[in-house]
């Protein structure tokens, strides 16, 4: 089979639209599993035991099951408890909960590298326990976690083909759709290769980036 | 469960002091750190404690800070108990809304300065007072740079912990925690992870600080020669109690308890 620059050239532009999508829903799903994660983090951290138990529990659930199984699990077994979701909806739902549960696990290793002397620094000029997390935890936590909160970005965004099975029109429900009506799938499954490829490297240099100078603007440098 | 009936409410009569250690216990499971103490202080008294590590000497700053439960009797400051909070007429363990409210009188520094390093030495001493004690950032801004001035800090004030020394944080130390207007301050071995070239800028501060009138020091060290220069009484602690207490001059040149004399002559050698 001769790669066919003509089909390439028709194709790309819808490839390119999917790509949007695709960028759409791993921004989406990052930012809701960045904030359930923190909250799943945090709520270890609490002094109700049931509720630390209970929130351990869930995360250790989802991270020894498969996404696509959550995927599946939100979208059609939803449905039979009165739950109708759209496929994006579903599908954010399942893959920010899916990474809400691994970047938990980077917010407690963050945290829990706080030395205990910060926190009796917090007691000794009487913040709040909210003000001190907010004020002096959380933002010495939260940089020498960036590597590992950037590695979990580039999965998700890596992750989003899964959402396809649902049908979101992303990046790879468009190359399947093309390579379906056309019987040629060399040109799009090589297109969302190099897309990824392309968007996956400079995620990472752009996060560390990001790391090195929000390091030098706290002074940790 | 202790029987807390005995424990009055909150101290009255002539003499308050500042601080009141009444039988306060402390154990670790078997190990008992603190074998009911009974210590009173004055206001804008300099109070020392010394003695061998282990005897309990930081535990009585901690729990004073209340970073460390009380394991029996109730400490109170300025009247009122610290420890315990008075329901129904009786002292029950104070909750965490009181306890906050308890500890505003009460400020600390510690051996390992915990500064917080991603703020600049202005900001530390500005954290407090913005967040807690509700100022505006001008008049923390302006009660801040005051105190830096005070501890020789006001040209380093946008510089970040990690690029001072160890005698520098320290006062930054000071400076933050003098910056709630604390009744009472706690200085637990702060000079002890100083290089000693560095130590006389950190003692220099403290002794300025005395003659302060409105503040009520307790200070842990193993200064032997700064604790004689400073205090207005040393407590000599062994094995959870006080062994013994009196006016600098009195321990240091004639201790009555045999376990002083053998703590003071084993630092003198060692030094």
């Known amino acids: ?221 | 469960m202790e029987d807390l009936t005995s424990y009055p409410l909150e101290l009255t009569g002539p003499d308050i002091p500042m601080v009141r250690f009444l039988n306060v216990r402390k154990s670790y499971g078997e190990l008992i750190v603190l074998d009911n103490l009974n210590l009173d202080i004055s206001p804008n008294e300099m109070v020392t404690i010394i003695g061998p590590s282990g005897s309990g000497k930081t535990t009585v700053l901690r729990m004073l800070m209340t970073l460390e439960t009380i394991g029996g009797g109730v400490i109170y400051v300025d009247g009122k108990p610290l420890t315990h909070m008075p329901k129904n007429g009786a002292l029950v363990p104070a909750d965490a809304r009181y306890l906050r409210k308890a500890r505003s009188s009460i400020g600390m520094c510690f051996q390992h300065f915990n500064l917080f390093p991603h703020m600049t030495a202005l900001q530390n001493c500005m954290e407090g007072p913005v967040q807690v004690l509700g100022l505006s950032g001008r008049e923390a801004r302006e009660r801040a740079e005051e105190l830096l001035m005070m501890v020789g800090m006001i040209d380093k004030k946008d510089q970040h912990p990690s690029r001072l020394s160890g005698g520098q944080q320290q006062r930054v130390a000071i400076a933050r925690a003098l910056a709630m207007r604390p009744k009472v301050m706690l200085f637990d071995e702060v000079t002890s992870a100083l290089d000693p070239e560095v130590i006389g800028e950190v003692t220099n501060v403290i002794r300025d600080l005395t003659t302060r009138h409105s503040l009520t020091m307790l200070m842990v060290t193993h200064q032997m020669g700064f604790a004689r220069d400073i205090s207005d009484r040393v407590c000599f602690f062994f094995g959870g109690k006080i062994e013994e207490q009196d006016s600098p001059d009195e321990l240091f040149s004639n201790p009555k308890s045999k376990r002083t004399q053998q703590f003071l002559s084993a630092v003198k050698a060692a030094d």
Request: aromatic share 14%; glycine share 8%.
């Open chain 1, 1 to 221: 089979m001769q790669w066919d620059w003509e089909f390439t050239a028709e194709i790309l532009p819808k490839m390119l639209w999917a790509t949007v999508n695709t960028l759409m829903a791993a921004g989406i799903g990052y930012v809701i599993a960045a904030v359930i994660g923190l909250l799943f983090a945090l709520a270890q951290r609490t002094p109700f035991r049931s509720l630390t138990f209970i929130v351990r529990e869930v995360v250790e659930f989802i991270r020894s099951t498969p996404l696509i199984l959550q995927i599946f699990f939100v979208y059609y077994v939803g449905p039979e408890y009165g739950l109708w979701l759209s496929p994006w909806v579903a599908g954010m739902i399942a893959i920010g909960l899916h990474y809400a549960a691994y970047l938990s696990e980077v917010y407690r290793g963050g945290i829990e590298s706080i030395p205990k002397g910060q926190w009796e620094a917090c007691t000794a000029i009487n913040l709040t326990m909210a003000q001190s997390y907010r004020r002096i935890i959380l933002p010495q936590a939260i940089p020498p976690s960036i590597a590992g909160m950037g590695n979990y970005l580039v999965s998700i965004f890596k992750d989003t083909p899964m959402l396809s099975v649902i049908g979101v029109e992303e990046l790879m429900q468009a190359a399947n759709a093309v390579g379906g009506q056309n019987y040629r799938y060399l040109e799009p499954y090589t297109i969302v290769g190099v897309i990824f490829l392309i968007i996956s490297l400079t995620a990472a240099s752009a996060i560390r980036g990001f790391e090195g100078w929000i390091r030098r603007k706290l002074g940790m440098e």
